[in-house]
């Protein structure tokens, strides 16, 4: 009762009276609410339409009637068309029936449909109506929407579907003031100067002269296309009224206008009578008159001769007496009466109406300008009804007399005839939207009562308490002959004079000739009763039964006397005012020259009629000469495809997106090769401006088209007549020999652009660019000066650069015929079937080319994978080279190659020894020895001090039972390198050729055999230990099982399932936590994906968007949701801070921290698919959008404002609206963030990839943005996003706080390999772990811009330290800045630190077992966890679980990382527990097994025991040449480990490198007594 009281006061005005004294009255609630008391939503807005008959869906629920009835279109044509021009035989006039129709927008709008739309189309038969399908298609269908229904209804037989009424059912005034108290302030003055008026174009005009103001606010009025331009038009065009639709037609409209002028006449009478009220007591009395006016004027007046005029124009049908308010008593709506009785006037409508000059006494008719469509225009006599339809002011344009002329036009031209005909203005061209821009409302009748699931005309009639018709001919009996004889049927309408014969008998035949009309739709039925005086019997009891019910159940009627609106004599004077009194108080019209009843034309009314209206004819007036036609011809019916216009948007648009990619990947490769030109160019800046050695000249290398440039020295040696060619560190990268040279030597010169290229016989072209023409001058002197004195003959060319480019040799080119050469020595080296006929394939020109070969001494140094300045190359190139003419002929390498790969260990030696015997003496002196020893020194970059040196070589000769000073014999050095431990060594050993190994893979087993024994033989020294410290016994240590060739046979991995199965369960084992974590996220994330997906897809299947485009919306839905999902929880990735914090907790046992890096890349992956998803199902959603006509959408996108003259295009939603520019921008980011997170990117363009990960703040933004336009639905994305975010920004905040601290640097050193060793103050509050790493930013190169290093100090170290190895632009800038030879004295820039950051290294001390694997810069975390070792060694207190680590250096040279033979000799010299084994693989050497790789593992395992370390390293550890062979390595743990369970793997280094140990481990994996090789990695 409370919430009554409440609803009361708020929606029911109370104002104070003014009839002389302080009266006060309630208004008519404007949304119906709470006119009844008792029953407070009876008569409301959005009310039900009330059922008197049964239910009669198809489906009892909600699907429509009829289904097995005819076509409407066939129903319109055989029983409501008819011979145009039929005048109403009562004299019903024009006035009425447009009164009438704004009667209806008064009491009823059930016009909206659905939302969604429900489609029920119309199929048009060509044959039918053939004006709706002029293109002969066969598939055209008349758009007919269902109607919009109470939602909680439909879904059951005992619920059925019912639909509503979208304003009151009272005679309230929502006519003349909208249907709501918004709409009824937005069209009032609001003013107290012209208190209580609506809003007028010209207040200063007089009322009788006023029209309403133009709708500059643009109210939401219905604003079709209008159907003869077939174009959409601004709705601010429209003039403000109450009336909604009241701007259908220019009848309509007049109506309108006359309740607006009539309720600013009594406004101002009210305000002169009474001029103390304000705007708003006047406002509301004038509406309260105004409605009462309204009220008796369409009961006691208009619905009379609505019902039945006699033929003395006299109504005989009039309701029943008032006799009261009865609250009891439903005033709403009727289905029958929506769909069917109230439709009855469409058959008195006229093609249109006659505009009389009001006031004329001469009768004089307007002759009419008209617009035709198309831009053309001419001349009418009257104003067409279906060219006027949403033009309404195009006649009544604001001039004084139009609206005059037009009521009085109205009032004088006859109605169409009381009968079942329906003028083509209605029933072939009524508006429609512009995909079908004329309709035929018959048909639509006819649907519409389908839809709202209507039975029968039978049932009808029984259902209002008729009786049935038991036979068609019983529908109409009305015989025109007899009751009305003065009609003369002339045009033989109505055969033996009965009404209805001719269509009652074409409908009974279109429904199967049944005898009675059971299955007759209830509109055609009813209509069918019609007779000259009006409605039948049917329609007459619908229309009065609602009325009175209209009329009764309204308790604020005017002839209420217990309302305290109107006392007894105010209720007189309003019956007594008619609708001829408010046309002639409002309009300039006279008594005299206006009807006495303008619904019905009497005899004695002024002006009658030229003649009836007949549509679709070229009929002139009476025959006029001037030819102007009475009536002008409808325009056709129009298509429209809302997709046209998007076409080329919606293709140009993805095809955008889709270029995006590529776009992208474009412009990375392009900056890659930018910033490689740019690191070239700053190369070639740093070399010294000048020359600063005689006859040597810097200057860049041009390799090839996709080899670049190099920063070369080039040096004339003019006593060896030779060319070198080194690094600017001067390091050898080729020699040209001009000794042997006799042919003429060819130099092209390009002076513009410094380039030149030098071609020698048999040689690859030296092609050259100098920093400047003065250099290239100066080298071209010096080239020419050297080649005279070599007495060679020499040809110069000026060429073009692109042409020296394409003519030049390169060595990619000579490479072809190199590996040709090198192919062809390998199969005649090791002989098969196979290899014959291999050969022998070859044409001749080929293999003549290949014998004819002879290769320079670099192109022979290359192909032995060392450089052609070493004593070792010059040696053996000098004895191979027999014939002594500067070139290795393919006989001679043969014949070199055919002993290294077939000889015994005695042949190899002696071809050694002849090397360095090149005055064949039979033996060396000590001297040449001694170069010998120094010349394979040299390969591996090994220089020994003096002592050291002694030491070897007096260890040797030992070996060979000689004394220090005698020369050494070919038997004799036998016995030192061929004999004893070394002799199966030797003769195992090969040369291994570049790219030769290729050519013996799969030649036969014996090669390859041969190959693993020399592997495995090679190999059978891991982790030995010398057994002398310089001659003094050392530490014992247990003795190691770390060979290749193991020495406890495994039992052999299992084959078929059973290793599937193995490899299965220890991939489990080991990454158990991983897949569990994973696994369970991605359930999740299907989960979030599947909710969403079966939401729309069945929840939602009838709402929405889901109608419009299908199951595309369950698609991006769900991956909506996915997206929001996983960009969400990538934050808890990037949350550095927490995850380092986390990991050292107790829940590190059950969260894989460490794997953060990779989740992050998975959930990253699932984003990116889900993104895909998205975007492509929106590119299919919205086509399906664009499809759609705009007014249709409006109920789906009900956020989205737009104008009805705006058509919602593809590109409207995709590029207007910020639902649509937020999904193009987070596609684009998404795009560039992904490209330039690829490997390439990361390592050609690290800042890049940086700084568009950047752009994640702009993802986020815009994906909040991208939910805020509630395109579908509310915005989700921060329901996903508070967690994560909150945990990111903390996390953020932790390293604000401590990254923006002024670290000091207190030493920076330049350390070989380009490495920047810096040391600096570590903060007071910094504590890490051992193999953790930081973020740190030079102040100097930018505060923002943080690069990732891992510390190799340890944590129990004062300071922390990096080293940094200069590979791109910002590193290289570190070590620029750092360079103290830059500094001139300045301090060293500070540092910000950020960190530390956790990884899986520093849990090395977890694992019983620990293998630590280190390439090149990546031994950095392993320094760190080396220095903890030796820390934690001389700590007794300290206890950990590791019993044993193994530490493998994988590293070219061992100058390479001085710095870290420091730290493992630190480890040597403090681990008397012997917790660290070290190995280092020294991988300048191809093969570990190569010829000499095995002469120096001799003089490396002589000098070891002497010495007890390593000849090259200085260390104890063990050194190993060439690459590691992790497998064997792997099982050789198992057998010195065999009861651990598990062995951490911790690898950092490049990725070709951690992906051998990967597959090492997972090879081991597969063994089922062996350990689970758990493998944790890191990559540069």
């Given at each position: 009762m409370l919430l009554r009281i409440l609803h009361l006061c708020c929606i029911h005005h109370i104002?104070?009276?003014?009839?002389?004294?302080?009266?006060?009255?309630?208004?008519?609630?404007?949304?119906?609410?709470?006119?009844?008391?008792?029953?407070?939503?009876?008569?409301?807005?959005?009310?039900?339409?009330?059922?008197?008959?049964?239910?009669?869906?198809?489906?009892?629920?909600?699907?429509?009637?009829?289904?097995?009835?005819?076509?409407?279109?066939?129903?319109?044509?055989?029983?409501?068309?008819?011979?145009?021009?039929?005048?109403?035989?009562?004299?019903?006039?024009?006035?009425?029936?447009?009164?009438?129709?704004?009667?209806?927008?008064?009491?009823?709008?059930?016009?909206?449909?659905?939302?969604?739309?429900?489609?029920?189309?119309?199929?048009?038969?060509?044959?039918?109506?053939?004006?709706?399908?002029?293109?002969?298609?066969?598939?055209?269908?008349?758009?007919?929407?269902?109607?919009?229904?109470?939602?909680?209804?439909?879904?059951?037989?005992?619920?059925?579907?019912?639909?509503?009424?979208?304003?009151?059912?009272?005679?309230?005034?929502?006519?003349?003031?909208?249907?709501?108290?918004?709409?009824?302030?937005?069209?009032?003055?609001?003013?107290?100067?012209?208190?209580?008026?609506?809003?007028?174009?010209?207040?200063?005009?007089?009322?009788?002269?006023?029209?309403?103001?133009?709708?500059?606010?643009?109210?939401?009025?219905?604003?079709?296309?209008?159907?003869?331009?077939?174009?959409?038009?601004?709705?601010?065009?429209?003039?403000?009224?109450?009336?909604?639709?009241?701007?259908?037609?220019?009848?309509?409209?007049?109506?309108?206008?006359?309740?607006?002028?009539?309720?600013?006449?009594?406004?101002?009478?009210?305000?002169?009578?009474?001029?103390?009220?304000?705007?708003?007591?006047?406002?509301?009395?004038?509406?309260?008159?105004?409605?009462?006016?309204?009220?008796?004027?369409?009961?006691?007046?208009?619905?009379?001769?609505?019902?039945?005029?006699?033929?003395?124009?006299?109504?005989?049908?009039?309701?029943?007496?008032?006799?009261?308010?009865?609250?009891?008593?439903?005033?709403?709506?009727?289905?029958?009466?929506?769909?069917?009785?109230?439709?009855?006037?469409?058959?008195?409508?006229?093609?249109?109406?006659?505009?009389?000059?009001?006031?004329?006494?001469?009768?004089?008719?307007?002759?009419?300008?008209?617009?035709?469509?198309?831009?053309?225009?001419?001349?009418?006599?009257?104003?067409r009804l279906c060219n006027a339809f949403w033009n309404p002011q195009e006649f009544l344009d604001g001039k004084k007399a139009s609206i005059d002329n037009l009521l009085s036009g109205l009032a004088v031209t006859l109605a169409e005839r009381e009968d079942h005909i329906v003028v083509p203005d209605l029933r072939e061209h009524l508006f429609g939207p512009l995909e079908f821009s004329r309709r035929d409302l018959i048909a639509i009748n006819i649907q519409r009562a389908r839809d709202h699931g209507l039975p029968d005309y039978n049932s009808v009639r029984e259902a209002y308490g008729l009786e049935r018709r038991e036979s068609w001919e019983d529908i109409n009996t009305y015989n025109i002959s007899e009751k009305d004889p003065q009609y003369n049927d002339t045009e033989n309408m109505y055969p033996n004079g009965m009404y209805m014969s001719g269509p009652i008998a074409n409908l009974k035949k279109l429904y199967g000739n049944t005898s009675a009309p059971d299955n007759l739709d209830l509109f055609s039925g009813g209509l069918l009763e019609t007779t000259p005086d009006g409605l039948g019997e049917l329609f007459r009891t619908i229309i009065r039964d609602q009325f009175t019910r209209i009329r009764d159940g309204d308790r604020f009627w005017f002839e209420n006397d217990k309302n305290g609106?109107?006392?007894?004599?105010?209720?007189?004077?309003?019956?007594?005012?008619?609708?001829?009194?408010?046309?002639?108080?409002?309009?300039?019209?006279?008594?005299?020259?206006?009807?006495?009843?303008?619904?019905?034309?009497?005899?004695?009314?002024?002006?009658?009629?030229?003649?009836?209206?007949?549509?679709?004819?070229?009929?002139?007036?009476?025959?006029?000469?001037?030819?102007?036609?009475?009536?002008?011809?409808?325009?056709?019916?129009?298509?429209?495809?809302?997709?046209?216009?998007?076409?080329?948007?919606?293709?140009?648009?993805?095809?955008?997106?889709?270029?995006?990619?590529?776009?992208?990947?474009?412009?990375?490769?392009?900056?890659?090769?930018?910033?490689?030109?740019?690191?070239?160019?700053?190369?070639?800046?740093?070399?010294?401006?000048?020359?600063?050695?005689?006859?040597?000249?810097?200057?860049?290398?041009?390799?090839?088209?996709?080899?670049?440039?190099?920063?070369?020295?080039?040096?004339?040696?003019?006593?060896?007549?030779?060319?070198?060619?080194?690094?600017?560190?001067?390091?050898?990268?080729?020699?040209?020999?001009?000794?042997?040279?006799?042919?003429?030597?060819?130099?092209?010169?390009?002076?513009?652009?410094?380039?030149?290229?030098?071609?020698?016989?048999?040689?690859?072209?030296?092609?050259?660019?100098?920093?400047?023409?003065?250099?290239?001058?100066?080298?071209?002197?010096?080239?020419?000066?050297?080649?005279?004195?070599?007495?060679?003959?020499?040809?110069?060319?000026?060429?073009?650069?692109p042409l020296i480019m394409k003519n030049a040799t390169t060595k990619a080119m000579r490479k072809e015929t190199l590996d040709k050469f090198i192919r062809v020595v390998c199969l005649q080296a090791f002989k098969t079937d196979t290899d014959i006929k291999d050969i022998s394939n070859m044409d001749g020109t080929t293999a003549n080319s290949i014998f004819k070969i002879q290769l320079t001494r670099t192109e022979f140094a290359e192909a032995l994978g060392l450089t052609p300045t070493s004593m070792f190359v010059r040696n053996m190139f000098l004895m191979v080279d027999k014939d002594k003419n500067g070139l290795v002929s393919f006989h001679e390498f043969m014949q070199m190659f055919n002993i290294v790969a077939k000889g015994n260990a005695g042949d190899k030696a002696e071809m050694f020894f002849n090397m360095f015997d090149l005055k064949r003496r039979g033996c060396l002196s000590r001297d040449q020895f001694s170069k010998m020893i120094k010349s394979m020194l040299d390969l591996s970059d090994t220089g020994l001090d003096d002592d050291d040196f002694k030491v070897l070589v007096d260890s040797l000769y030992q070996k060979a039972g000689l004394q220090p000073s005698k020369d050494i014999t070919i038997g004799e050095f036998k016995k030192i390198f061929a004999s004893g431990e070394y002799e199966n060594t030797l003769e195992q050993a090969t040369l291994q050729l570049a790219g030769a190994k290729q050519q013996w893979q799969g030649k036969g087993r014996a090669v390859e055999q041969s190959f693993s024994r020399r592997r495995k033989t090679f190999i059978d020294s891991f982790g030995e230990s010398a057994a002398t410290d310089g001659g003094a016994p050392r530490q014992q240590r247990p003795k190691s099982h770390l060979r290749g060739e193991v020495v406890k046979k495994s039992r052999p991995p299992p084959t078929g399932f059973w290793k599937h199965w193995n490899s299965f369960t220890k991939y489990v084992e080991n990454y158990r936590r991983q897949i569990f974590w994973v696994s369970l996220y991605i359930l999740i994330t299907i989960g979030i994906f599947a909710e969403r997906a079966f939401y729309y897809s069945l929840e939602r299947e009838h709402f929405g968007l889901r109608r419009l485009a299908g199951y595309g919306v369950s698609v991006t839905r769900g991956a909506a949701s996915g997206m929001m999902w996983t960009f969400s929880c990538l934050l808890l990735t990037m949350s550095r801070n927490t995850i380092t914090f986390l990991r050292e907790t107790f829940l590190h046992r059950f969260i894989p921290f460490d794997s953060f890096h990779a989740f992050h890349k998975l959930i990253a992956y699932m984003a990116l698919i889900f993104r895909v998803m998205h975007v492509f199902g929106h590119g299919i959603n919205l086509y399906h959008i664009s499809t759609w006509a705009s007014g249709d959408l409006n109920c789906v996108f009900r956020e989205y404002f737009r104008a009805t003259d705006k058509l919602a295009s593809f590109h409207y939603w995709a590029w207007t609206t910020i639902t649509g520019l937020t999904g193009i921008a987070l596609t684009l980011i998404v795009n560039v963030m992904y490209v330039f997170a690829t490997p390439y990117a990361r390592r050609n363009l690290f800042s890049a990839f940086w700084t568009t990960h950047l752009l994640y703040i702009g993802l986020y933004g815009f994906m909040l943005m991208h939910g805020w336009g509630r395109l579908v639905q509310a915005p989700l994305t921060q329901n996903f996003l508070y967690g994560p975010l909150f945990v990111y920004v903390v996390d953020k905040l932790i390293s604000i706080s401590r990254k923006k601290v002024e670290i000091a640097v207190q030493k920076a050193e330049l350390l070989p390999s380009d490495v920047l060793g810096l040391t600096f103050k570590r903060p007071s509050n910094f504590d890490y772990k051992s193999g953790q790493w930081v973020r740190i930013a030079c102040l100097e190169l930018g505060t923002s811009e943080y690069h990732p290093f891992t510390l190799t100090s340890a944590p129990h170290e004062e300071h922390l330290s990096l080293h940094i190895r200069a590979v791109g632009p910002w590193t290289m800038n570190m070590r620029k800045t750092y360079d103290t030879n830059n500094r001139d004295g300045k301090p060293f820039p500070k540092l910000y630190l950020d960190g530390p950051f956790g990884e899986g290294h520093q849990d090395w001390y977890r694992y019983k077992v620990s293998v630590l694997v280190g390439g090149g810069i990546g031994v950095t975390p392993f320094a760190s966890i080396l220095k903890d070792i030796v820390f934690k060694s001389r700590t007794s207190a300290v206890r950990f679980p590791c019993e044993k680590v193994y530490f493998m250096w994988v590293t070219r040279t061992q100058k390479q990382f001085e710095w870290l033979t420091d730290i493992i000799r630190e480890v040597e010299n403090n681990d008397p527990n012997n917790l660290v084994n070290v190995h280092i693989f020294i991988t300048q050497f191809q093969q570990k097994f190569d010829l000499r790789t095995t002469m120096l593992y001799i003089c490396e395992r002589h000098f070891q025991k002497v010495c007890g370390k390593s000849l090259f390293t200085g260390l104890k550890a063990t050194t190993h040449f060439g690459r590691p062979e992790f497998e064997e390595f792997f099982k050789s743990i198992h057998h010195e480990h065999p009861k651990v369970q598990q062995v951490g793997v911790f690898s950092c280094g490049p990725p070709p490198m951690t992906l051998n140990v990967e597959h090492a481990c997972a090879a081991m994996n597969k063994y089922t007594d062996f350990p689970s090789y758990i493998h944790h990695f890191e990559n540069f």
């Amino acid at each position: 009762m409370l919430l009554r009281i409440l609803h009361l006061c708020c929606i029911h005005h109370i104002i104070i009276g003014a009839r002389g004294g302080n009266e006060e009255f309630e208004l008519h609630p404007q949304d119906g609410w709470f006119n009844n008391l008792i029953h407070p939503d009876w008569g409301a807005i959005d009310g039900q339409l009330l059922r008197k008959s049964p239910v009669a869906y198809s489906d009892g629920v909600y699907m429509p009637s009829g289904q097995d009835r005819p076509n409407p279109f066939e129903i319109s044509r055989a029983g409501h068309k008819g011979p145009p021009g039929l005048g109403s035989l009562r004299n019903r006039t024009a006035f009425l029936v447009f009164f009438g129709q704004q009667v209806v927008e008064e009491i009823l709008d059930a016009q909206t449909p659905g939302c969604p739309r429900e489609f029920f189309n119309i199929p048009v038969k060509s044959s039918v109506t053939p004006q709706f399908d002029p293109e002969n298609k066969g598939n055209v269908e008349m758009p007919v929407f269902r109607s919009r229904y109470d939602q909680r209804t439909g879904l059951s037989p005992n619920n059925p579907r019912q639909q509503l009424n979208e304003i009151t059912p009272y005679i309230d005034g929502t006519l003349m003031y909208g249907p709501g108290k918004a709409w009824t302030d937005a069209i009032r003055e609001l003013s107290e100067t012209h208190k209580g008026r609506l809003k007028a174009l010209d207040p200063s005009v007089p009322v009788k002269d006023s029209f309403p103001a133009l709708n500059d606010l643009r109210l939401p009025f219905a604003n079709p296309p209008p159907p003869r331009e077939h174009n959409l038009k601004p709705v601010k065009r429209f003039w403000m009224i109450g009336n909604p639709r009241g701007n259908e037609n220019p009848f309509l409209l007049a109506f309108g206008i006359l309740w607006f002028r009539y309720h600013n006449h009594v406004a101002d009478e009210i305000s002169k009578q009474y001029p103390a009220l304000n705007d708003e007591q006047v406002f509301n009395l004038a509406r309260k008159k105004v409605i009462a006016t309204h009220q008796n004027i369409v009961l006691y007046e208009w619905l009379p001769m609505w019902l039945q005029v006699n033929s003395t124009i006299v109504s005989s049908q009039v309701v029943p007496p008032y006799s009261g308010y009865n609250p009891n008593i439903h005033p709403g709506i009727a289905q029958e009466f929506q769909s069917a009785a109230f439709r009855f006037g469409h058959t008195l409508v006229t093609p249109g109406t006659w505009i009389r000059k009001a006031n004329d006494p001469t009768c004089t008719f307007e002759k009419l300008n008209i617009e035709m469509g198309g831009g053309s225009s001419g001349q009418a006599h009257a104003l067409r009804l279906c060219n006027a339809f949403w033009n309404p002011q195009e006649f009544l344009d604001g001039k004084k007399a139009s609206i005059d002329n037009l009521l009085s036009g109205l009032a004088v031209t006859l109605a169409e005839r009381e009968d079942h005909i329906v003028v083509p203005d209605l029933r072939e061209h009524l508006f429609g939207p512009l995909e079908f821009s004329r309709r035929d409302l018959i048909a639509i009748n006819i649907q519409r009562a389908r839809d709202h699931g209507l039975p029968d005309y039978n049932s009808v009639r029984e259902a209002y308490g008729l009786e049935r018709r038991e036979s068609w001919e019983d529908i109409n009996t009305y015989n025109i002959s007899e009751k009305d004889p003065q009609y003369n049927d002339t045009e033989n309408m109505y055969p033996n004079g009965m009404y209805m014969s001719g269509p009652i008998a074409n409908l009974k035949k279109l429904y199967g000739n049944t005898s009675a009309p059971d299955n007759l739709d209830l509109f055609s039925g009813g209509l069918l009763e019609t007779t000259p005086d009006g409605l039948g019997e049917l329609f007459r009891t619908i229309i009065r039964d609602q009325f009175t019910r209209i009329r009764d159940g309204d308790r604020f009627w005017f002839e209420n006397d217990k309302n305290g609106l109107f006392n007894t004599s105010e209720i007189d004077e309003i019956r007594n005012i008619s609708i001829r009194d408010v046309v002639l108080l409002v309009t300039n019209i006279k008594s005299e020259h206006f009807n006495k009843n303008p619904f019905i034309f009497q005899k004695g009314d002024p002006c009658p009629q030229p003649q009836q209206l007949r549509a679709d004819t070229n009929d002139t007036l009476n025959n006029s000469p001037d030819g102007v036609a009475v009536i002008e011809q409808c325009t056709g019916v129009k298509h429209y495809d809302y997709f046209s216009g998007s076409e080329y948007s919606f293709a140009l648009s993805y095809l955008a997106l889709g270029l995006c990619i590529p776009g992208t990947i474009g412009i990375m490769i392009l900056m890659a090769k930018h910033k490689k030109r740019c690191m070239a160019e700053q190369r070639r800046k740093a070399a010294p401006p000048r020359n600063v050695e005689p006859d040597v000249y810097i200057a860049s290398e041009w390799m090839g088209p996709q080899e670049g440039e190099r920063n070369v020295k080039v040096k004339f040696d003019i006593d060896r007549k030779k060319i070198h060619v080194t690094d600017r560190g001067r390091r050898p990268l080729r020699m040209i020999d001009l000794r042997y040279v006799n042919k003429k030597i060819h130099f092209r010169v390009c002076e513009p652009s410094n380039f030149i290229s030098l071609r020698v016989p048999d040689e690859i072209d030296l092609v050259l660019r100098f920093a400047t023409g003065e250099f290239l001058t100066e080298f071209i002197r010096k080239l020419e000066e050297f080649l005279r004195t070599l007495n060679l003959e020499r040809d110069r060319q000026d060429w073009t650069e692109p042409l020296i480019m394409k003519n030049a040799t390169t060595k990619a080119m000579r490479k072809e015929t190199l590996d040709k050469f090198i192919r062809v020595v390998c199969l005649q080296a090791f002989k098969t079937d196979t290899d014959i006929k291999d050969i022998s394939n070859m044409d001749g020109t080929t293999a003549n080319s290949i014998f004819k070969i002879q290769l320079t001494r670099t192109e022979f140094a290359e192909a032995l994978g060392l450089t052609p300045t070493s004593m070792f190359v010059r040696n053996m190139f000098l004895m191979v080279d027999k014939d002594k003419n500067g070139l290795v002929s393919f006989h001679e390498f043969m014949q070199m190659f055919n002993i290294v790969a077939k000889g015994n260990a005695g042949d190899k030696a002696e071809m050694f020894f002849n090397m360095f015997d090149l005055k064949r003496r039979g033996c060396l002196s000590r001297d040449q020895f001694s170069k010998m020893i120094k010349s394979m020194l040299d390969l591996s970059d090994t220089g020994l001090d003096d002592d050291d040196f002694k030491v070897l070589v007096d260890s040797l000769y030992q070996k060979a039972g000689l004394q220090p000073s005698k020369d050494i014999t070919i038997g004799e050095f036998k016995k030192i390198f061929a004999s004893g431990e070394y002799e199966n060594t030797l003769e195992q050993a090969t040369l291994q050729l570049a790219g030769a190994k290729q050519q013996w893979q799969g030649k036969g087993r014996a090669v390859e055999q041969s190959f693993s024994r020399r592997r495995k033989t090679f190999i059978d020294s891991f982790g030995e230990s010398a057994a002398t410290d310089g001659g003094a016994p050392r530490q014992q240590r247990p003795k190691s099982h770390l060979r290749g060739e193991v020495v406890k046979k495994s039992r052999p991995p299992p084959t078929g399932f059973w290793k599937h199965w193995n490899s299965f369960t220890k991939y489990v084992e080991n990454y158990r936590r991983q897949i569990f974590w994973v696994s369970l996220y991605i359930l999740i994330t299907i989960g979030i994906f599947a909710e969403r997906a079966f939401y729309y897809s069945l929840e939602r299947e009838h709402f929405g968007l889901r109608r419009l485009a299908g199951y595309g919306v369950s698609v991006t839905r769900g991956a909506a949701s996915g997206m929001m999902w996983t960009f969400s929880c990538l934050l808890l990735t990037m949350s550095r801070n927490t995850i380092t914090f986390l990991r050292e907790t107790f829940l590190h046992r059950f969260i894989p921290f460490d794997s953060f890096h990779a989740f992050h890349k998975l959930i990253a992956y699932m984003a990116l698919i889900f993104r895909v998803m998205h975007v492509f199902g929106h590119g299919i959603n919205l086509y399906h959008i664009s499809t759609w006509a705009s007014g249709d959408l409006n109920c789906v996108f009900r956020e989205y404002f737009r104008a009805t003259d705006k058509l919602a295009s593809f590109h409207y939603w995709a590029w207007t609206t910020i639902t649509g520019l937020t999904g193009i921008a987070l596609t684009l980011i998404v795009n560039v963030m992904y490209v330039f997170a690829t490997p390439y990117a990361r390592r050609n363009l690290f800042s890049a990839f940086w700084t568009t990960h950047l752009l994640y703040i702009g993802l986020y933004g815009f994906m909040l943005m991208h939910g805020w336009g509630r395109l579908v639905q509310a915005p989700l994305t921060q329901n996903f996003l508070y967690g994560p975010l909150f945990v990111y920004v903390v996390d953020k905040l932790i390293s604000i706080s401590r990254k923006k601290v002024e670290i000091a640097v207190q030493k920076a050193e330049l350390l070989p390999s380009d490495v920047l060793g810096l040391t600096f103050k570590r903060p007071s509050n910094f504590d890490y772990k051992s193999g953790q790493w930081v973020r740190i930013a030079c102040l100097e190169l930018g505060t923002s811009e943080y690069h990732p290093f891992t510390l190799t100090s340890a944590p129990h170290e004062e300071h922390l330290s990096l080293h940094i190895r200069a590979v791109g632009p910002w590193t290289m800038n570190m070590r620029k800045t750092y360079d103290t030879n830059n500094r001139d004295g300045k301090p060293f820039p500070k540092l910000y630190l950020d960190g530390p950051f956790g990884e899986g290294h520093q849990d090395w001390y977890r694992y019983k077992v620990s293998v630590l694997v280190g390439g090149g810069i990546g031994v950095t975390p392993f320094a760190s966890i080396l220095k903890d070792i030796v820390f934690k060694s001389r700590t007794s207190a300290v206890r950990f679980p590791c019993e044993k680590v193994y530490f493998m250096w994988v590293t070219r040279t061992q100058k390479q990382f001085e710095w870290l033979t420091d730290i493992i000799r630190e480890v040597e010299n403090n681990d008397p527990n012997n917790l660290v084994n070290v190995h280092i693989f020294i991988t300048q050497f191809q093969q570990k097994f190569d010829l000499r790789t095995t002469m120096l593992y001799i003089c490396e395992r002589h000098f070891q025991k002497v010495c007890g370390k390593s000849l090259f390293t200085g260390l104890k550890a063990t050194t190993h040449f060439g690459r590691p062979e992790f497998e064997e390595f792997f099982k050789s743990i198992h057998h010195e480990h065999p009861k651990v369970q598990q062995v951490g793997v911790f690898s950092c280094g490049p990725p070709p490198m951690t992906l051998n140990v990967e597959h090492a481990c997972a090879a081991m994996n597969k063994y089922t007594d062996f350990p689970s090789y758990i493998h944790h990695f890191e990559n540069f």
